[in-house]
């Protein structure tokens, strides 16, 4: 019988850092099956990846902490068991998408537990967050490291980020329903990291592991707090309701940072005041850097950056707590409301942005503003300031097939009022106001899902088709695509005065005697500026048109008869949108040219002079 | 505000049950007691010599510095001489041996005072009979008495230490002398009301407590939350008027004395006679049979466990003391004094320290409100003005924040260390 001897005290509370981190560890796996059932849904391929994803993470982060522990002649079980390398890789699993390919994820996984935990002392030494690291690492240099056959849809994040953050309230209803709504966000099925989607789960697990001892509840309660509270200000100094708040906090990352990183006892304050400020700065960081740096990743940054501050706001927090407690409720309070309100200074410069381009689309072919769309002939019937109204023809009008005419069916032009913003030349607000085609068919064009496509759509822009009512959707494309081209079917490209010396290009007059003559006009090809057309070997002839003038004196109409000129370049003047640009024009005026096409344009200004000159005789 | 701050306390499983409510034994008389002659540093005056007879009750020697303290004889029979064994701080101390005769026969003619005795009257016979801080300190009781700006006195019957139920007991056993010595001390310290702290838990006793102080309209019995460190003065202070001092109790106008000090003094007044007879609660994970135990002063601690059938383990750690803030001794021949209330025997068992996860449990529960993990940082890293700032002589080594570190660390221990360093600077 042996007394030993040991210090004061010798008694011990039940709770040890074995049992927290195996807490922890639970509750990381319970948001991680959730993020396994939302792979799921989206194929075996997904799901299979996750669990390999999963599985690499904590078999890279085990084997690191091996050789380590071999390498510093440590017990290796034990050294494993203490050092709990699993949590860092379950985390840093739990922030990449489900795409992100395995050898990625390897890398980050070893270098985040070598140079962010292991060399600064193993467990309890670290400074920054290890699964931040990895996951700064991934972020830097493995973004497009993901699986090409697993396709994702963008995060709700990047999509807001993409335009701009700060969106009108329209526009941001549209962007909520692409998601889901705001219960769509916080129950979780939506894309995004396997394990940030579901706010609802993160909360559920967050009470657990705060009753449980695990973590400080007052991290995540004002990291949130504060980002729901900023949001809500910026929000409503621009007309967004509390919706807009929600989604702040609900997506991002924001909950699981809140819950799984910032309450990382390891890398925050020792005091309750100095966790307290520390999760207050780290939501003034995410907000700012969400609005003013424009990143999607927000809440990753701001996680490291304020690690970086917890030496100094435990060296502000310093001394006998009993006699700071008016000191600290001082800083603590100051802290929060600076951190709420500097985003009212904030909102201050930011704008909304009307433009959002949902990401749900049709499921039709993919059209383009750059194809020819000519066969629906677009027309301008009114322009006020930067809205138009123009007409094209639909399905029942270009009648392919003669299937139209065929059923016996009265069909009209589809009608579209279209409002274009001319600093960016993209459309801004675009209503289908009549419509021609087939009920039944092509009418699945009047529906959100095919409209919203159409703002911010710009010339380089491309929309899909409502699968089965192409001819439809197509309609609509060329009326946008005239609207774009501000009224003009054609790229102006200078001016001629009607009224000059056309010789050149030979116009042969013929009058019809009821105000029409038919002129027949030498073209590009004939006129042969440096012997180009010649060389080519190509044969040309004669543009003829058929041009009618008014009483007046001046065009009334312009209708091409021949092309005789090169197709691919010149044909762009047969567009009847061209030759209308001739109404009303007498040889005082000047007439527009079309870019890329001089030669021939001119030959029509030709045609029109001859016209012009016949019956003034 | 814990919300700020941290609750400077916390709940421990007491394991009370062991010891709270079982037979009381009384340790079979020994052939020797030795009476430790130690109070600290001070300097002690041996009255008798070898081959004096004595009796229970005789003086025989004592403390003659800034404090005078009286220290009696606990047995009757022969003075053998002085001999030096382990203290309770593990250094051998002084003891003075009394051949017991057996017959326990008492001192006859001893003084006993009337509670009609003014304030002065009952102060002095606090310094005569040598009545001493029973709660485990040991501070020299008149002393504190040795005031006038007392508006509050309170009674410490709290007992926050895990496994001990002394002062539980005693009160039981001993309500009538219990109620006399509180009221003298209501009159020594010329205090406007009394308060009784007691834990909230202790459902049997408070109606109990409030039926014996039913005709005292100053005295109240005020139920406080069953936390360790509520025995802590300055804890107990705080929960009961809420405020704050610096050093000492009186700068906010009270005068704390433990309960058992009270119902010794109770005694002393009625019977004449000071302490010689203590209980101690042995109890723990390690001993046979845990009960409370009746034994003179000067009982060596093997006896107590004798009578406690002897250690069901084969390592363990004695203390004296509470298994928070007791200290283990390494032999058994170690004596019970005069402040002795517990002798708690815990298995031992190797804990393995992991790495500080700095979690901030140590600062949200110190009593006193300081920062232990800094301290222990701060010393290891030598940043001595850091040190200064964070105030670790203001440490009274409960041993909260070892208790309640998840990675099992010995932070009380790194507190001791700072502190004798910053002791070391401050005597240069």
Not at chain 1, 449 to 475: D, K, M
Not at chain 2, 1 to 10: A, E, V, Y
Request: hydrophobic content about 45%.
């Amino acid at each position: 019988m042996e007394l030993k001897f040991k210090t004061a005290p010798h008694y011990r509370q039940k709770l040890s850092t074995k049992r927290i981190m195996w807490d922890l560890t639970l509750g990381l796996l319970v948001v991680y099956a959730f993020g396994l059932y939302n792979a799921y849904t989206m194929g075996q391929a997904y799901l299979t990846n996750a669990i390999v994803l999963m599985v690499t993470a904590v078999l890279v982060a085990l084997v690191t902490e091996s050789v380590w522990a071999l390498f510093m002649k440590k017990n290796v079980l034990e050294y494993l068991s203490t050092s709990f390398g699993w949590v860092t890789a379950i985390i840093l699993t739990l922030m990449v998408q489900v795409n992100t390919e395995p050898y990625a994820l390897a890398v980050a996984t070893f270098l985040c537990i070598f140079f962010g935990k292991l060399v600064f002392g193993g467990f309890g030494q670290n400074i920054f967050n290890p699964a931040a690291v990895g996951r700064a690492i991934i972020f830097a240099s493995f973004a497009g490291s993901v699986s090409a056959d697993l396709v994702t849809t963008a995060t709700p994040t990047t999509t807001i980020n993409s335009a701009g953050w700060l969106l009108g309230s329209d526009a941001f209803n549209t962007f909520l329903s692409d998601f889901g709504g705001i219960t769509g966000l916080f129950v979780g099925n939506y894309s995004g990291a396997i394990g940030e989607t579901s706010a609802l789960l993160i909360l559920l697990v967050g009470i657990y592991l705060v009753i449980r001892e695990v973590i400080d509840w007052r991290v995540p309660v004002t990291y949130i707090g504060v980002i729901f509270v900023s949001t809500l200000i910026i929000g409503m100094t621009n007309g967004l309701g509390v919706s807009y708040a929600l989604f702040s906090i609900f997506t991002g990352g924001v909950m699981f940072g809140g819950v799984f990183m910032l309450t990382d006892p390891v890398t925050n304050p020792n005091t309750r005041s100095g966790r307290i400020v520390f999760a207050a700065i780290a939501a003034f960081l995410t907000v700012l850097i969400r609005f003013c740096a424009n990143y999607p990743e927000g809440v990753l940054f701001s996680i490291l950056l304020v690690n970086i501050l917890t030496p100094v706001i435990d060296k502000v927090f310093d001394g006998k707590q009993v006699l700071r407690e008016k000191k600290n409720l001082a800083i603590v309070t100051s802290t929060l409301v600076v951190a709420c309100l500097a985003t009212t200074a904030l909102s201050a410069t930011l704008e909304t942005s009307d433009t959002y381009r949902s990401i749900n689309v049709p499921t039709g072919k993919t059209i383009n503003v750059a194809d020819d769309l000519s066969k629906y002939a677009p027309q301008l019937v009114s322009q006020d300031g930067n809205t138009y109204v123009i007409n094209a023809k639909g399905f029942g009008l270009v009648d392919p097939d003669g299937i139209a005419s065929a059923s016996g069916h009265t069909y009209s032009r589809n009608e579209f009022t279209i409002t274009v913003d001319p600093e960016t030349q993209t459309i801004t607000d675009f209503e289908f106001t009549t419509f021609g085609d087939t009920t039944g068919f092509g009418d699945v064009c009047l529906e959100d899902i095919f409209i919203n496509q159409f703002t911010g759509l710009g010339l380089e822009g491309s929309v899909n088709c409502v699968s089965g009512a192409t001819y439809t959707s197509e309609s609509a494309l060329a009326a946008a695509k005239l609207a774009l081209m501000g009224g003009v079917t054609y790229t102006k490209g200078g001016e001629a005065a009607i009224g000059d010396d056309w010789s050149t290009y030979r116009a042969e007059v013929t009058d019809n005697g009821d105000g029409s003559y038919h002129v027949t006009v030498r073209g590009f090809g004939l006129v042969d500026p440096d012997g180009i057309a010649s060389a080519s070997g190509h044969t040309y002839s004669r543009n003829e048109f058929d041009v009618t003038i008014g009483e007046d004196g001046t065009v009334s109409s312009v209708v091409f008869a021949k092309f005789g000129d090169t197709t691919g370049f010149g044909d762009k003047c047969m567009d009847q949108g061209y030759l209308d640009s001739f109404k009303g024009k007498g040889l005082a005026d000047n007439a527009d040219l079309i870019s890329g096409a001089t030669y021939t344009a001119e030959s029509v200004v030709a045609a029109v002079n001859a016209a012009l000159t016949a019956a003034s005789n | 505000m814990s919300f700020l701050i941290g609750p400077m306390q916390k709940h421990l499983n007491g394991q009370k049950e062991l010891t709270a409510h079982n037979e009381i034994l009384h340790v079979a008389p020994q052939e020797r007691v030795y009476i430790p002659l130690a109070m600290g540093n001070a300097k002690i005056d041996v009255l008798v010599k070898e081959n004096d007879l004595v009796k229970v009750g005789t003086q025989i020697a004592a403390r003659n510095d800034h404090f005078y303290v009286p220290i009696f004889a606990s047995v009757s029979g022969r003075v053998v001489g002085i001999e030096k064994r382990m203290g309770q701080a593990l250094r051998p101390v002084d003891h003075l041996v009394i051949e017991s005769d057996g017959k326990m026969t008492k001192e006859e003619g001893l003084s006993t005072l009337s509670l009609d005795a003014d304030s002065e009257a009952i102060i002095a016979f606090m310094k005569e009979k040598g009545l001493v801080g029973c709660g485990g300190a040991g501070f020299p009781t008149y002393v504190k008495y040795q005031t006038d700006k007392c508006e509050t006195l309170i009674i410490n019957a709290v007992e926050c230490e895990p496994f001990i139920t002394a002062d539980a007991r005693e009160i039981e056993l001993h309500k009538e002398d219990f109620k006399r010595g509180v009221m003298a001390m209501l009159k020594a310290s010329k205090a406007k009301k009394c308060m009784v702290g007691i834990k909230e838990t202790k459902k049997e006793m408070i109606p109990q407590l409030v039926e014996l102080f039913k005709d005292q309209d100053l005295i109240s019995v005020c139920p406080v939350k069953d936390v360790y460190p509520m025995g802590w003065e300055r804890t107990l202070l705080y929960a009961l008027i809420g405020k704050r001092y610096d050093k000492l109790p009186i700068e906010v106008g009270c005068i704390v004395s433990n309960a058992t000090t009270a119902i010794m003094l109770g005694q002393a007044m009625e019977s004449g006679m000071p302490i010689t007879e203590k209980m101690v609660t042995v109890s723990g994970d390690a001993i046979k049979e845990p009960h409370n135990v009746l034994c003179p002063v000067g009982t060596p601690f093997s006896a107590l466990i004798a009578t406690c059938g002897g250690f069901s383990k084969d390592k363990v750690e004695l203390i004296a003391g509470g298994p928070m803030m007791g200290s283990a001794v390494t032999k058994d021949e170690v004596c019970v004094g005069l402040a002795t209330n517990a002798v708690t025997v815990l298995e031992y068992k190797e804990i393995k320290e992991l790495n500080c996860l700095r979690c901030g449990q140590c600062v949200d529960h110190c009593p006193s409100g300081l920062e232990p993990v800094n301290i222990n940082n701060a010393f290891k890293a030598n940043d001595i003005d850091r040190l200064e700032k964070l105030r670790p002589m203001d440490c009274i080594e409960c041993g909260m924040c070892t208790y309640i570190c998840p990675s099992k660390i010995e932070v009380t221990e790194g507190i001791r260390r700072a502190k004798r360093a910053m002791a070391l600077r401050m005597k240069k």
